[in-house]
């Protein structure tokens, strides 16, 4: 049987990046670092074991489409709806400025302004795949600086298909004006299908789908997507635009159906595949003779990215009224090259717009940054000396801060400081609000304390990891500090910063993990609450009630479970159960009946009408004049109008309840007007 072309170059490359990518994962260095690493080493410029670059590429586009698409499937409008502060002005910001800034500094340096203005393009995009899951592993997606990134991010993705459009044009020769025109009606034809692609998903889109699953095929469904994917693809290719606008309009298709979640699990195995080989194929990009040749440049050109990416990130952060350390984290986690960077550079040379002696550096130096930046996003929350530094800039930009209480004003005292308005801070305070404590809100998510303020409270857009934010909030006189905030890598700082201020203010801290517990009442907590510990004591006792466990022995596992982890100052107590959930009562019925005026209960006492014995119902309360008396003396005569909660099987409340009914008004139907049905 004859080889198939291509497989054992395939397979080498395949084992080589798993091996690559488990050696480099021993440092806590993401999957992608290993793919280019693995790229790199088995490339032209290092053991030659690739010769079938051409065909390696071919796969690696089918990657980009693939990736494009399940971009396209995760922008739900519900998505872009929220994030869309930070998208609009955010993206807008770093995006624009990075642009700007480098197609000046092209034209400084003697480029023409076409190549000025791609290399912007190439600079202004960041690494989605690196960025995202570096976050993720620090658990920092919800932390200001985290949803800021992400922001920018989805802005960039955003970008990538204008961008592609664009660069064809640069690329060809004539005025100023004749490149606009063509950017513009390139733009136009992008709207035109895009609008036209929005209807399709509209009208169509839903019943097609809805056609393919019910076959209820997991192969015939695939294949649907897979061929969406590629034929819009080849469609929007066809029409003069790019494989990578059809990708991810195939994607936004999907997404607006009720299919767009098991399309997503469907193609992500496909995709990963592929999208690894995009990245293998990276790495067979970087230059090691380009290093040797030419190490100045290259190195010259990987610091020049890291240092003006990570700065011109920072100042949009800035710009949008981030505090400077928000902005130095959200500038260290954009300081890199992304992905869809090497897709445009391909696209530039392939297009003659860059030629390999500009090309070959600018990827071998975006490579390296795409290395440093787990590094970075490790580091810099731990050097605090560029926060220092931005500080000043906070009063230039017109970053809130907490205002100096007004003179004859008494300060604040006996308060409770909560650091983080979510969901938690906020049943936090409102708890503490109705037993009459004050409190003051401290976050840095500008929705959350306008929320804060249109509740009335002192609620303020401020670092909680600045002493003078700590000052002004009074935590020198405060009766406790609750710290809420998602931001796991704040937590530290934030504890030393009231420690420094107020050693002797007691400090709750809510942490994520149990295994954060120990650290944090090292650096000076008073308590420490891990969600999940919460969480699993919660679905235990639930679990435990749902399945018909008893009382006693759900105590006994959950002080075990407390036992095993930490122990509580206060006693777990689980739900109690409905009736319903008890299959051993589930043939009671809890009824409440009133007393009238000339029925047989009318002037007679429990212990005299002998209720529970004569018909099986047992009076378990009666409520009079509004009182509820949960032991009802059996001897008191029983009085129009007073209420009696019986508990009994149905055939006993159909012999009772006639008994609190005048003669004349009885019916044979138990659950009459006469009665309520509690449960």
Same mark, same amino acid.
């Given at each position: 049987m004859s080889m198939v072309p291509l497989v054992d170059e395939l397979a080498l490359l395949l084992a080589v990046a798993v091996a690559v990518t488990l050696v480099l994962g021993r440092w806590r260095l993401p999957t992608v670092a290993g793919l280019l690493a693995a790229g790199a080493l088995i490339g032209p410029s290092g053991l030659g074991w690739v010769r079938s670059l051409h065909a390696i590429e071919a796969l690696a586009e089918v990657g980009v489409v693939l990736l494009l698409f399940t971009i396209g499937l995760e922008f739900s409008l519900e998505r872009l709806r929220a994030a869309w502060r930070h998208i609009a002005l955010g993206g807008t910001l770093q995006v624009a400025v990075t642009i700007a800034v480098t197609a000046v500094l092209a034209v400084v340096l003697g480029l023409n302004w076409r190549v000025g203005l791609f290399l912007g393009f190439v600079a202004a995009l960041s690494s989605t795949a690196i960025v995202l899951r570096a976050l993720a592993e620090r658990n920092e997606l919800d932390a200001p600086h985290g949803r800021f990134i992400v922001g920018v991010l989805i802005f960039q993705d955003l970008c990538v298909v204008p961008m592609v459009l664009v660069v064809p044009h640069l690329a060809q020769p004539g005025s100023i004006?004749?490149?606009?025109?063509?950017?513009?009606?390139?733009?136009?034809?992008?709207?035109?299908?895009?609008?036209?692609?929005?209807?399709?998903?509209?009208?169509?889109?839903? =019943?097609?789908?809805?056609?393919?699953?019910?076959?209820?095929?997991? +192969?015939?469904?695939?294949?649907?997507?897979?061929?969406?994917? !590629?034929?819009?693809?080849?469609?929007?290719?066809?029409? /003069?635009?790019?494989?990578?606008?059809?990708?991810?309009?195939?994607? !936004?298709?999907?997404?607006?159906?009720?299919?767009?979640?098991?399309? !997503?699990?469907?193609?992500?195995?496909?995709?990963?595949?592929?999208?690894?080989?995009?990245?293998?194929?990276? /790495?067979?990009?970087?230059?090691?003779?380009?290093?040797?040749?030419?190490?100045?440049?290259?190195?010259?050109?990987?610091? /020049?990215?890291?240092?003006?990416?990570?700065?011109?990130?920072?100042?949009?952060?800035?710009?949008? =009224?981030?505090?400077?350390?928000?902005?130095?984290?959200?500038?260290?986690?954009?300081?890199?090259?992304? +992905?869809?960077?090497?897709?445009?550079?391909?696209?530039?040379?392939?297009?003659?717009?860059?030629?390999?002696?500009?090309?070959?550096?600018?990827?071998?130096?975006?490579?390296?940054?795409?290395?440093?930046?787990?590094?970075?996003?490790?580091?810099?929350?731990?050097?605090?000396?560029?926060?220092?530094?931005?500080?000043?800039? +906070?009063?230039?930009?017109?970053?809130?801060?907490?205002?100096?209480?007004?003179?004859?004003?008494?300060? =604040?005292?006996?308060?409770?400081?909560?650091?983080?308005?979510?969901?938690?801070?906020?049943?936090?305070?409102?708890?503490?609000?109705?037993?009459?404590?004050?409190?003051v809100v401290l976050d840095l998510n500008a929705s959350n304390v306008r929320q804060g303020v249109a509740q009335g409270l002192p609620a303020y857009y401020a670092d909680a990891t600045s002493r003078e934010a700590l000052h002004h909030a009074g935590v020198e006189r405060a009766r406790l500090v609750v710290i809420l905030t998602n931001d796991a890598q704040a937590l530290p700082r934030i504890l030393g910063a009231v420690r420094e201020i107020a050693p002797a203010v007691p400090v709750l801290v809510r942490s994520h993990y149990l295994g954060m517990r120990a650290e944090l009442l090292r650096q000076g907590a008073t308590e420490v609450v891990a969600e999940e510990v919460e969480g699993a004591a919660e679905v235990t006792a639930r679990a435990l009630r749902r399945v018909g466990v008893a009382r006693n022995f759900i105590d006994r596992a959950l002080e075990t479970l407390r036992r095993d982890t930490v122990a509580t100052a206060h006693p777990q107590r689980p739900p109690r159960p409905q009736w319903q959930q008890l299959p051993a009562l589930a043939a009671l019925k809890i009824e409440t009946v009133q007393v009238e005026a000339a029925s047989r209960a009318d002037g007679h006492s429990l212990a005299a009408l002998a209720l529970r014995s004569a018909t099986g119902a047992l009076a378990v309360a009666v409520e009079r004049d509004g009182t509820l008396l949960e032991h009802p003396d059996a001897h008191e005569p029983m009085r129009v109008g007073d209420r009696v909660h019986l508990v009994g099987t149905a055939a006993a409340m159909a012999l009772a309840l006639p008994w609190f009914i005048p003669p004349g008004d009885r019916s044979d139907d138990p659950d009459g007007a006469a009665t309520e049905a509690t449960a």
């Open positions: 004006h004749d490149a606009a025109v063509g950017i513009g009606l390139a733009l136009l034809k992008a709207a035109v299908v895009v609008i036209t692609v929005l209807w399709l998903a509209r009208a169509v889109m839903p =019943r097609l789908m809805a056609r393919i699953a019910a076959h209820q095929s997991r +192969e015939v469904f695939l294949l649907a997507i897979l061929a969406l994917c !590629m034929g819009t693809a080849w469609l929007t290719a066809h029409a /003069g635009l790019s494989l990578a606008l059809g990708a991810f309009l195939a994607g !936004m298709l999907v997404a607006d159906t009720a299919y767009g979640h098991r399309a !997503m699990g469907d193609i992500l195995p496909l995709r990963d595949a592929f999208v690894s080989v995009f990245f293998v194929s990276l /790495g067979l990009l970087f230059d090691v003779r380009a290093l040797v040749d030419q190490p100045l440049l290259v190195v010259g050109a990987t610091v /020049g990215l890291v240092a003006a990416k990570g700065l011109l990130a920072t100042l949009a952060a800035l710009a949008m =009224r981030f505090p400077a350390r928000v902005a130095w984290l959200a500038g260290a986690g954009l300081a890199q090259f992304g +992905e869809f960077g090497f897709v445009l550079a391909r696209l530039g040379q392939a297009q003659g717009l860059i030629d390999a002696a500009l090309a070959v550096p600018l990827l071998t130096a975006g490579i390296a940054t795409m290395f440093l930046t787990p590094l970075l996003v490790r580091l810099a929350p731990h050097i605090t000396a560029g926060e220092r530094l931005l500080a000043p800039l +906070e009063r230039v930009f017109g970053v809130p801060r907490i205002s100096e209480p007004e003179a004859g004003v008494e300060p =604040r005292q006996d308060h409770v400081i909560i650091v983080g308005f979510g969901l938690a801070g906020q049943v936090v305070s409102r708890s503490l609000q109705g037993s009459g404590v004050p409190v």
